[in-house]
């Protein structure tokens, strides 16, 4: 993510042969978080194109702005209405909606129950996707044949851990596996970093970044700590929201540790 | 209205429709006198395994020699307690050795029931505690144990090890009010 | 009285970098042990679900469950009392007290053992204001007692003090030596102590953690040993529950002894479980139903879930603002998540910031033992203060902003390109300044990019 502004680097990577059948004159759109179009616009492209390289092809709709997450996190969920009446009406039409976050995914999917459930918002709450479940889940892809030779720590989103269950929580079971770590583990040259604490939340959560600055920061800055102790050099996650909370932390401290999203990694994009 | 009334009417109008109960099962499990005695040892008690009831008396001897007033239904006793002893004897009991019922191999917990304490105080006001177990009444788990007792009495309490305490920056404490140490003799 | 919000004082928390993370750790070394407590048992979330249905099941026949109940204690010789709130229920107490024991030239004397409800009813101050002696027995209540400080978590009272805080505490108060802090040299002054107002005590006051409606029954767990010792002891027995402590039969409360000490502390069950049924002859057992809010919650569908709720304190363990922010920093008897969907039933604008003191990251619900959706919760009070007008202003106003913008895609498209201009220009003094900008204070903005992903698509792939 610390990508020059506007330099988008192509890597090569073998464009892969695999689709299933049943994708074949599926609709996917990809669905860019407000956040990440206007600030991480490289997650967006790498997002784009491994789903192109994984043989998808995307529309990506330009009417698209936002989930609406910000404002019902933030007790004006009335107020987001209009904002999820908009997302139906862009995304209505496509069989798949997949995007870079688990945290736009499992708040439409949880909390798209305010407006009228016509059959348009019930079919988009089956429908969405975050970009690893629907790689592994709906794709059926176990393995993306990238090298990334480097020490990589992973950041579980809540909202995609615990909200989706794409990974197991640490107050169920001690096994410690989920999605995005099973695509991780099968990279060329890859090493896992193992944290002390595996799922315990960064920090951000929303408008929470600022009105909790204090303990927000604080919950940042022991997360980077965890990844600094156990030899982090790159830090990958599912939700930029995260990313750019942990990002701002590292910058603040000039901490060794490049931030990626996995979207990012997976593409073949380098640190 | 009384306050009863008051609080009975407005559940009755804010209550849901009513949920069905669940079948709550008896859990299988590790019932063994092995599991008891590490899970016994692990939450601070000590186990001492004997071949017959009988040997108790022995146990006390050996290990509890050095304590002076002693009050039990079981061993040799020199503080006569029962329903009516008042506190001022209570207090200077050092050991009681009395019989627990139910030994729990999952959490090493055992019920003594109010019939087996002398004195409801006694099993907290003693300075230290023995209870006395038959093996054969070791089950696995607290939904084995409640099935296995016949209702709960009076009074009845389960106990786990010595009384402990963790309030001072968690650090563990054996010996909070009640027994500074329990050991468990089973038979 | 002014009244600070969950930021403010979570923020003065903070100000203390190395006890922020001593707080932290030490909460978090109770959460680890609550894992290694959990993980071993196979039917462990099995007997969550069970739980969760058992206690959905009481609170849609509670009224039932709670005749049932007084019945059978009325049988077994226990006086019943109802209380529709804190002030009945402390007037109950008193009364009870004053009634049962007619002592000459003193104060009658009260041991108490843990109860949050009484907490919750601030009965200490009103028994005291009326000329009663009260003791909190429990080791970590009788510190905050002696220094006049609300518990600052519901199973953990003390776990906001130091050793040394406490030695400092047991010095004025039991004349431990100066400087003494060893954790076992200060639990045997306080047990000394306490022997003595136990044997002294007219009156014992406990909690209650399980009512049994079909036997009448009530379960009282603890770990010292003081709620025996002081019943036990005493010629009177107060037992203060709020109504939705009630389960339905013995077998119920199996799965409530496997959960609770393994969630609370991470032990396999408490030292103490002890059952109430019958007074010894010549004794007094009284048994006092409150509701203090509570129907209320009943009548609300989102919420009464959080009824289920068996005070285990493991939502408080886990939470990662909890342990950044101390107990203290809620201001209400139940702190923690758990208290942050309890409060707002209390009293909305009071407790307002309360539900916004969460990520909603859901480890909470995920830890629960009747898996109370907590994080859900928070949630839904969220909308709930939203609605009642209680936001700050400027944070209603921005938000109506950003939604009209976020559903019209050109001003969204524009305000971005904007914004990031601006970003782009001005100085990053400016920007990241700390009192127009709190995200700057520990962290850096992310670099605006000249181009938003749209932009770029449109340049390359349309």
Known sequence: MLNTVGVFIRVKLPKLIFRPLELKNMKVALFIPCYVDQFYPNVGVATLQLLEKLGVEVTFPMKQTCCGQPMANGGCEQDSKGVYEHFVDIFADFDYIVTPSGSCTYHIKKHYDIIEQTPAVQKIRKSVYELIDFIENVLKIEEIPVDFPHKVGLHLSCHGQRGLRQANASEITGVRDGQISKLLRKLKGIELTELDRNDECCGFGGMFCVTEEAVSARMGQDRISDHLRNGTKVLTGGDVSCLMHLEGIVKRQNAPIKVMHIAEILNGNQP | MTSREKILASIASNKPSLVTMPNVPIFEGDGSVERFKNVLESIGGTAVELTTKAECQEAIDKYYHDLVNVASDIVKANVSINLDTNKDILEQVDLAVIQGEIGVAENGTIWVPESNMLNRALPFITQHLVLVLDKHNIVANMQQAYDKLEGVGNYGVFIAGPSKTADIEQSLVIGAHGARSMMVLIY | MSHQNHPELAEAFNKDFERTTWHDETLWFVRQKRDKAVYPIPEFQDLRTLASEIKDHTLS??????????????????????????????????????????????????????????????????????????????????????????????????????????????????????????????????????????????????????????????????????????????????????????????????????????????????????????????????????????????????????????????????????????????????????????????????????????????????????????????????????????????????????????????????????????????????????????????????????????????????
């Open chain 3, 61 to 462: 026949n509670l009224d039932n469950y709670l005749i049932e109940f007084e019945q059978n204690a009325i049988k077994n010789g226990v006086k019943v009392h109802w209380a529709a709130d804190a002030v009945e229920h402390n007037q109950i107490v008193m009364e009870i007290i004053k009634n049962s024991c007619k002592v000459e030239g003193r104060n009658p004397r009260l041991v108490k053992s843990k109860s949050m409800l009484t907490e919750e009813c601030h009965l200490n101050d009103f028994l005291e204001k009326n000329n009663i002696d009260v003791v909190d027995t429990d080791l970590g209540e009788r510190i905050v007692q002696f220094r006049n400080e609300p518990p600052s978590h519901i199973v953990l009272p003390a776990i906001h003090l130091k050793k040394e805080d406490v030695g400092e505490t047991f010095y004025e108060h039991l004349g431990t030596a100066k400087g003494e802090k060893d954790p076992q040299i200060l639990t045997e002054a306080a047990r000394q102590h306490l022997r003595g107002k136990f044997v002294a005590a007219d009156v014992a006051l406990t909690g209650v953690n399980f009512a049994i409606a079909e036997t009448g029954s009530f379960v009282v767990c603890t770990n010292e040993g003081n709620a025996d010792l002081g019943v036990n002891l005493a010629k009177v027995h107060i037992a203060c529950m709020g109504i939705e402590k009630i389960i339905p039969d013995l077998h119920h409360l199996s799965v409530y002894t496997r959960l609770l000490a393994r969630s609370a502390t991470g032990q396999p069950v408490t030292t103490y479980t002890s059952h109430f049924t019958k007074p010894v002859e010549g004794k007094e057992m009284h048994i006092v139903i409150v509701d203090n809010g509570r129907t209320q919650q009943l009548g609300r569908e989102d919420f009464r879930s959080s009824l289920k709720c068996i005070r285990c304190g493991a939502c408080m363990n886990t939470c990662p603002v909890y342990r950044r922010s101390g107990g203290h920093s809620y201001d209400f008897t139940v702190p923690g998540p758990i208290g942050a969907i309890l409060s707002p039933n209390i009293d909305l604008h009071k407790h307002k910031s309360l539900p916004f003191a969460s990520t909603l990251c859901g480890s909470c619900s995920d830890v629960c033992p009747v898996k109370i959706d907590i994080h859900v919760q928070l949630y839904k009070w969220r909308q709930i203060v939203g609605q009642a007008n209680e936001l700050p202003a400027a944070k209603k106003w921005a938000m109506k902003g950003m939604a009209k913008v976020l559903s019209m895609p050109k001003v969204y498209d524009l305000s971005g390109k904007l914004a990031r201009g601006a970003l782009r220009i001005l100085p990053h003094g400016l920007t990241h300044n700390e009192s127009m900008n709190p995200w700057a204070k520990a962290r850096e903005l992310p670099d605006a990019p000249k181009q938003s992903f749209k932009e770029w698509y449109e340049e390359n792939r349309q």
